[in-house]
């Protein structure tokens, strides 16, 4: 198993550009989940997914949109980057939410100059 | 304040225990507590969680209060490969809340 996996790992985008953040996992996890990373800082909650077809928003949602069309793929979408979503995004995977462990993959770095 | 007050840093020495101290006195009845930890450049860990109960596993184990208000993850014997940050986090109706976490450094 792959467990979760995210591309890209590194991205450069200028002020207004879109862009999507995917991924994807194998563990047949219904609940799948996106945060950001701020330096030194907290991971904070994006938005969340319990199953294909739901999503809700989580603590920071503003400027980020989302869709789950199947179980394995939760991708994050940019509309119009700006410099406050520099960061580092992290999407995760649970069986059972908030009572189980959370799968994190391994980030995606993105810089909005 | 929903989240947890974590001391920012602690320091270890190899080989020895260490008690990484939580606070979360506003945490509801149904909320997890959860420890996850990151090393430098990677995505958060699971280490452990609980309820109300204490609880072991191969990593760790987890000291909750009787009155659920504060909690410590103990390491039993530190290694270098332990240094990294470690949250301590509330888990709300499926969701972690994460607060800025401990740097454990470990020293040989």
Known sequence: NAGVTQTPKFRILKIGQSMTLQCTQDMNHNYMYWYRQDPGMGLKLIYYSVGAGITDKGEVPNGYNVSRSTTEDFPLRLELAAPSQTSVYFCASSGLAGYNEQFFGPGTRLTVL | ?108
């Open chain 2, 1 to 108: 304040d929903a989240k947890t007050t974590q001391p920012n840093s602690m320091e270890s020495n190899e080989e020895e225990p260490v008690h990484l101290p939580c606070n979360h006195s506003t945490i509801s009845g149904t909320d997890y507590i959860h420890w996850y930890r990151q090393l430098p450049s990677q995505g958060p860990e699971y280490v452990i969680h609980g309820l109300t109960s204490n609880v072991n596993n191969r990593m760790a184990s987890l000291a909750i209060a009787e009155d659920r208000k504060s909690s410590t993850l103990i390491l039993h014997r530190a290694t270098l490969r332990d240094a990294a940050v470690y949250y301590c986090i509330r888990g709300a109706g499926g969701k972690l809340i994460f607060g800025q976490g401990t740097e454990l450094s470990v020293k040989p």
